[in-house]
């Protein structure tokens, strides 16, 4: 019913910044409340942020709050990721998330993944 298909990784250097998008399918994409997660090697998927349906509420992980932004445009089914004072630590497949709810994504159980797209922040 969903599909959701990041871009925007790539490789920068710690201190820098990075924007990433996720483009999703369906004319429902705004009653969707969406997020991100990200993967490094070796380690477990975990939360990174969430947004609201209506980007009235947004909550981020403790790592990465104060450093990374997310929005949304839902007139282009977009959600977005804005990733500054990057950190070696941040290396990871990022990947898009949906879900009805928002507590679903921010707990880590969203509907819907993405494919997931790269970053690598080097030191």
């Known amino acids: 019913q969903v599909q959701l298909v990041e871009s925007g990784g790539g490789l920068v250097q710690a201190g820098g910044s990075l924007r990433l998008s996720c483009a999703a399918s369906?004319?429902?994409?705004?009653?969707?409340?969406m997020g991100w997660f990200r993967q490094a090697p070796g380690k477990e998927r975990e939360f990174v942020t969430a947004?609201?349906?209506?980007?009235?509420?947004?909550v981020y992980a403790d790592d990465v709050k104060g450093r990374f932004t997310i929005s949304r445009d839902n007139a282009k089914n977009t959600v977005y990721l804005q990733m500054n004072s990057l950190k070696p630590e941040d290396t990871a497949v990022y990947y898009c998330?949906?879900?009805?709810?928002?507590?679903?994504?921010?707990?880590?159980?969203?509907?819907?993944w993405g494919q997931g797209t790269q970053v690598t922040v080097s030191s």
């Open positions: 369906g004319r429902t994409f705004s009653s969707y409340a």
């Open positions: 998330a949906a879900d009805s709810w928002t507590s679903k994504i921010v707990s880590g159980t969203p509907g819907y």
């Open positions: 947004i609201s349906w209506n980007s009235g509420s947004t």
